[in-house]
């Protein structure tokens, strides 16, 4: 297998860098996000499939897709106010790590670009690798949209 490398297009936030990755690098601040955004976003790519179960604390996340089983995400690294690696876990089919980076440009602004580092197999890659493309640049924007406190 080969890693796959999918990075979004740089997304700005209205918001301070520090307030952005002390939102982003907790999953608890997620829970409601991932509920109402994300899994509406994944059962779309997923043909009747269903996601339930959310549960997280600060370091992770886990939560049930139908057809799939359970799947997580766990923080691995953060980088006070610069990045946060995340990894997959449970049913995901292939090893995944999430990389969040942020770039202050101003009192209350922000830069965020999001790379996926994907270990797929040429079976999987021709399958997913535009819907991971696609997907990238779509959680990049959900990431500006968030209500940062």
Request: net charge positive; hydrophobic share 40%.
């Amino acid at each position: 297998m080969a890693t796959s490398k999918y990075v979004s297009d740089v997304k700005t936030v209205k918001q301070n860098h520090q307030v952005v990755f002390n939102f982003l690098s907790d999953f608890n601040n997620l829970g409601q996000f991932f509920n109402e955004y994300t899994f509406a976003q994944i059962a779309q790519q997923i043909p009747n499939a269903s996601i339930d179960d959310f549960q997280s604390d600060a370091d992770s996340c886990n939560f049930t897709i139908s057809k799939i089983g359970q799947v997580g995400l766990r923080i691995i690294d953060r980088e006070p106010t610069k990045t946060i690696k995340i990894s997959g876990e449970g049913n995901i089919p292939f090893q995944l790590f999430l990389w969040i980076q942020i770039l202050p440009t101003g009192a209350y602004e922000s830069k965020i670009r999001v790379t996926l580092h994907a270990d797929l197999n040429m079976m999987m890659k021709m399958m997913a690798n535009k819907k991971l493309k696609d997907g990238i640049n779509k959680l990049a924007d959900a990431l500006t949209m968030l209500p940062y406190r």
